[in-house]
C-alpha cells in the first residue's frame, strides 16, 4: 500500500479545496440532520456528567436562548432526561469555537468548497471575554446574541448574497502576509472580512444606524472572520477526509473534556485522550488555577496549516499568548517535522515565503515523539464566567499511538 | 553646546507628538498662506525649467483640473509668465506623495497635533497607476479627482468630524505589528482606516449606494491611508523642528530633480543634492530607463521613523520593492547607525518589539558614511504617464555633509 500517495492526494484535495462564504441560515433548515430537540457542541462526543464547566454553561445559555430551560438546572434536566440530544458540530460539517454549542434557531455561516462542492458551517463570533461560546450565559451575553440573531445575521445574509461569495482563502493567504496567523489572531482577517462586507452591507440595509452597527461590531471585534474561517478549514480537511490508506490528520477537536482526533484513511471513527490545560497569559484577576480544559473545535486551524503551525507568520501573537517572537518562528519550524508538506497558497514572509505545514502525518507525529503545537483562548473552569486568557497548548500522544495501532489493523499492515 | 541633549529634546517632541486627522477642508481655504495662483508640490523648490516629467505632468493636470489650463503647454506658458507660482508643501505645513502637486480647490486632510498644536495638511489618495500624484493627466485621472473631490472629500470631512478624529500615531503602532511600514506598504493601516471611518460614513451619508462606493473606495486602495500618514509624519517632525543645537533631519523630501533636506537646529534653509534614481521592480511592460529621478515629500515617514526604517515590520514589502525578507530585517539594522534613539511607540514584532530607528542625526551620517533608505514608488520619466514601479534609495550624501558643515558654522564649533 501506497501511504505517501494516499497522503499526497489527501494533502492536494486539502490545499486545493477553495471555500466561498455563500450566505447564512438558519442552523435547523441549512446543517444536515439538525432537528428542534439537538444541540451541536464541540470536539469530540460527551454527556452532560462528563462535560466541563464552560460546555455546561454554553449549553444552559443555548436552552435559554431557545425558549427551553430558565437556568443550568432545567437544563440540565433537559439533556439528562434525553429530551435535548447533544452531538458533535463535526457530524454535521460544522465547527463552533470554545464550547461550541450551535442551536437549532441559531443562524449560521454557509461555506461551500467551489472545487470538491462539499458545504460547511459555523455560528457567528461574539467578540471576546463573557460570552457564550466560553459558558457565559447571562443576561447580557443572551441580549448580544438575540441582537446577533435577530439584526445581524439577515443583513450579513442579504449581504453576502449580494456579493459573489468570499473567498477565505484568498483572504487567509493575504491576512498571514499581515501578521495573523489565523486562529488566535484574526485582526487583519476581521478587518478584510469587514472592508469585503461594508460596501454590500450598506447597499442592503434600510437603516443606515443598524449598517453602521453591523459594520462597526465586525470591525471592532478581531475575530469575526475566525468563526468563517474555522468553517473554510472544516471545508478543506473533509476534502481530505476518506482516502484509503491515508495517515493524514483530518478533524483535531475538544469538547474540554476530551481531545478527539479523526484520521484520513480511518472513517468516522474518533480517537480521544483527556484534554491538558494551556499554558498562557491570564486576564487581569485570573490565573491558571481558573483555567478549563483544552475546549473547541478552533483546532481544525492547526489541521488545515494555520493558527499554531503558522505562527511565524505572526510575531505580534507573542503579546497574547505569552513567549517570543523566536518561539513563534520555531513554533512553525518544529510543525515541518510532523507534517507531509508546505501549503501551496499560505505562505509565511518571514520565512521567506515558505509554505506552511501542512496535512498532519501521524507516521511522523508517533515516529518524533512530536505532537502538534496549538494556539487557543482559556475559558474559565466554572459555567458562567467566560474567557480567562489564551495561551498553548499540544494534543496527548496516546491518541496519535491509538491512531497509528488502529490504521495498521485495518489495513493489516 | 549639549547637542546630545538638543537632540534629546528633538526627539522626544516627535515621539510625543499624537496628531489626529479633525477633518477636511479646501486647500485655499484651510492651508496657511495658500492663494488662488499658486500650487504646492513636493521637495524642495523648483522651477518648471528644472522640473522632471513627472512634476510637470502634475502641474499640468492641476492647471486642467482648476480650469486654468487645458495641455502642458498652456500650463508651462502660465508658470513661466509668473502667473501660477510654484512653492513647496513643506513651506506651508503640507506634504503631497510623489509630484505632490496641491492646488488651491482641492481638498485636504486637516491633522492638528493635540499635544503641541501644530497643524498639518495632505491630499487625498487617488490610488494606484495612472494618477496625477505620478504625472498623469488624461480624462480618466481628472474623472477621478472630480469625484474625489465633489463625492468623496465633502463626506469624509462629515464623517470624521462625527468621530472624536482619527489618532494616526496609534493606527501605525497597530499597523506596524500587521506587517505594514508605513510608506510604501499601508496595507493593514489602510483597512484600519477604513474600518475606523466606515460606520461614520454610513451615517453621515443619505445616498447608501454613495456611502457604498466611498467605504469601497478607500477599503480597495492599499494605499489610502498614505497621505494622513505623511501629514501626521510631518506633524511630528515639525514639533521637532527649531530646537537650537539640534543636528536631527526634520525634512527629507524630493521633487524628481533635487532631493532636499532641513536640519532642526538651522530654521529653514535647504541643503539640495541632485536626486538618484531608485532600484526596484518595475510594472510589466516598463524598465529602469523609462523611471524618473527620486520624487516625493514620502520620505516624511523615513523622517519621522517609520517607512524604509521599519522595513523589518514589513517583511511580504519586498515582493513590492525587489530583495528578500532578511534585507528588510538588515535595512531597519543598518538604520540603528544614523539614528538618534529608537522609538517608543512604534515597535516591530519581529525585532522583539524593539522601537523603531528615530531620529535621523546628520552627524552620525557624516561620520559612519550611511545614508537614509527610503521606500518609494517609481515615476515614468515623461509627463503624462503615471507610475511604472516601486523599489528603494537613498539620498545623496552630499547634502548631510553641506549640513554638517553648516551646523559647525552656524554654531561656531
Same mark, same amino acid.
Not at 443598524?210 to 470591525?219: D, E, P, T, W
Not at 512530536?370 to 496527548?396: E, S
Given at each position: 500500500?501506497?501511504?505517501?500517495?494516499?497522503?499526497?492526494?489527501?494533502?492536494?484535495?486539502?490545499?486545493?479545496?477553495?471555500?466561498?462564504?455563500?450566505?447564512?441560515?438558519?442552523?435547523?433548515?441549512?446543517?444536515?440532520?439538525?432537528?428542534?430537540?439537538?444541540?451541536?457542541?464541540?470536539?469530540p462526543p460527551?454527556?452532560?456528567?462528563?462535560?466541563?464547566?464552560?460546555?455546561?454553561?454554553?449549553?444552559?445559555?443555548?436552552?435559554?436562548?431557545?425558549?427551553?430551560?430558565?437556568?443550568?438546572?432545567?437544563?440540565?434536566?433537559?439533556?439528562?432526561?434525553?429530551?435535548?440530544?447533544?452531538?458533535p458540530?463535526h457530524h454535521?460539517?460544522?465547527?463552533?469555537?470554545?464550547?461550541?454549542?450551535?442551536?437549532?434557531?441559531?443562524?449560521?455561516?454557509?461555506?461551500?468548497?467551489?472545487?470538491?462542492?462539499?458545504?460547511?458551517?459555523?455560528?457567528?463570533?461574539?467578540?471576546?471575554?463573557?460570552?457564550?461560546?466560553?459558558?457565559?450565559?447571562?443576561?447580557?451575553?443572551?441580549?448580544?446574541?438575540?441582537?446577533?440573531?435577530?439584526?445581524?445575521?439577515?443583513?450579513?445574509?442579504?449581504?453576502?448574497?449580494?456579493?459573489?461569495?468570499?473567498?477565505?482563502?484568498?483572504?487567509?493567504?493575504?491576512?498571514?502576509?499581515?501578521?495573523?496567523?489565523?486562529?488566535?489572531?484574526?485582526?487583519? $482577517?476581521?478587518?478584510?472580512?469587514?472592508?469585503?462586507?461594508?460596501?454590500?452591507?450598506?447597499?442592503?440595509?434600510?437603516?443606515?444606524?443598524?449598517?453602521?452597527?453591523?459594520?462597526?461590531?465586525?470591525?471592532?471585534?478581531?475575530?469575526?472572520?475566525?468563526?468563517?474561517?474555522?468553517?473554510?478549514?472544516?471545508?478543506?480537511?473533509?476534502?481530505?477526509h476518506g482516502?484509503?490508506?491515508?495517515?493524514?490528520v483530518s478533524v483535531?477537536?475538544?469538547?474540554?473534556?476530551?481531545?478527539g482526533i479523526r484520521i484520513s484513511g480511518l472513517g468516522d471513527r474518533w480517537f480521544t485522550?483527556?484534554?491538558?490545560?494551556?499554558?498562557?497569559?491570564?486576564?487581569?484577576?485570573?490565573?491558571?488555577?481558573?483555567?478549563? $480544559?483544552?475546549?473547541?473545535?478552533?483546532?481544525?486551524?492547526?489541521?488545515?496549516?494555520? $493558527?499554531?503551525?503558522?505562527?511565524?507568520?505572526?510575531?505580534?501573537?507573542?503579546?497574547?499568548?505569552?513567549?517570543?517572537?523566536?518561539?513563534?518562528?520555531?513554533?512553525?519550524?518544529?510543525?515541518?517535522?510532523?507534517?507531509?508538506?508546505?501549503?501551496?497558497?499560505?505562505?509565511?514572509?518571514?520565512?521567506?515565503?515558505?509554505?506552511?505545514?501542512?496535512?498532519?502525518?501521524?507516521?511522523?507525529?508517533?515516529?518524533?515523539?512530536?505532537?502538534?503545537?496549538?494556539?487557543?483562548?482559556?475559558?474559565?473552569?466554572?459555567?458562567?464566567? $467566560?474567557?480567562?486568557?489564551?495561551?498553548?497548548?499540544?494534543?496527548?500522544?496516546?491518541m496519535?499511538?491509538q491512531a497509528?495501532v488502529a490504521f495498521?489493523e485495518e489495513?493489516?499492515?
Amino acid at each position: 500500500m501506497d501511504i505517501d500517495k494516499a497522503n499526497s492526494e489527501a494533502c492536494e484535495r486539502m490545499m486545493e479545496s477553495r471555500p466561498l462564504v455563500v450566505g447564512l441560515g438558519k442552523a435547523l433548515e441549512v446543517i444536515p440532520d439538525m432537528r428542534e430537540d439537538l444541540l451541536l457542541h464541540a470536539g469530540p462526543p460527551i454527556t452532560w456528567e462528563r462535560a466541563s464547566g464552560p460546555m455546561r454553561g454554553a449549553i444552559t445559555g443555548a436552552l435559554i436562548f431557545e425558549g427551553k430551560a430558565k437556568d443550568e438546572k432545567s437544563a440540565q434536566a433537559l439533556v439528562e432526561s434525553g429530551k435535548i440530544a447533544l452531538e458533535p458540530c463535526h457530524h454535521h460539517q460544522a465547527v463552533g469555537p470554545m464550547a461550541g454549542v450551535i442551536c437549532s434557531s441559531m443562524s449560521v455561516y454557509i461555506l461551500e468548497d467551489t472545487v470538491h462542492g462539499n458545504k460547511s458551517f459555523s455560528n457567528l463570533n461574539e467578540g471576546y471575554g463573557k460570552v457564550l461560546r466560553y459558558g457565559a450565559y447571562s443576561e447580557d451575553v443572551l441580549e448580544r446574541l438575540r441582537w446577533m440573531e435577530d439584526v445581524m445575521a439577515p443583513v450579513l445574509n442579504d449581504a453576502i448574497q449580494a456579493s459573489e461569495g468570499i473567498d477565505i482563502r484568498a483572504l487567509l493567504a493575504e491576512a498571514l502576509h499581515m501578521g495573523d496567523e489565523g486562529h488566535n489572531r484574526n485582526k487583519a $482577517g476581521s478587518v478584510l472580512f469587514t472592508k469585503i462586507l461594508a460596501p454590500f452591507i450598506v447597499r442592503v440595509t434600510k437603516d443606515s444606524e443598524v449598517a453602521a452597527q453591523i459594520i462597526q461590531n465586525l470591525g471592532d471585534n478581531a475575530l469575526s472572520v475566525l468563526n468563517p474561517v474555522m468553517a473554510a478549514c472544516k471545508a478543506m480537511v473533509d476534502a481530505a477526509h476518506g482516502i484509503k490508506g491515508s495517515t493524514i490528520v483530518s478533524v483535531m477537536a475538544r469538547n474540554g473534556t476530551d481531545f478527539g482526533i479523526r484520521i484520513s484513511g480511518l472513517g468516522d471513527r474518533w480517537f480521544t485522550a483527556p484534554v491538558a490545560v494551556p499554558k498562557g497569559l491570564y486576564f487581569p484577576g485570573f490565573t491558571e488555577e481558573d483555567a478549563s $480544559g483544552d475546549i473547541g473545535d478552533s483546532t481544525i486551524t492547526e489541521t488545515a496549516g494555520i $493558527g499554531g503551525f503558522a505562527m511565524a507568520s505572526a510575531p505580534a501573537i507573542v503579546t497574547f499568548v505569552s513567549g517570543t517572537p523566536r518561539d513563534a518562528i520555531n513554533a512553525t519550524l518544529e510543525m515541518y517535522e510532523i507534517c507531509f508538506t508546505e501549503h501551496k497558497y499560505f505562505t509565511m514572509p518571514p520565512l521567506d515565503f515558505r509554505g506552511t505545514p501542512t496535512g498532519i502525518d501521524i507516521r511522523k507525529i508517533v515516529e518524533k515523539g512530536i505532537t502538534p503545537r496549538v494556539n487557543t483562548g482559556i475559558a474559565h473552569k466554572d459555567a458562567g464566567v $467566560g474567557q480567562v486568557g489564551a495561551g498553548l497548548v499540544r494534543p496527548p500522544m496516546e491518541m496519535f499511538e491509538q491512531a497509528l495501532v488502529a490504521f495498521a489493523e485495518e489495513y493489516k499492515i
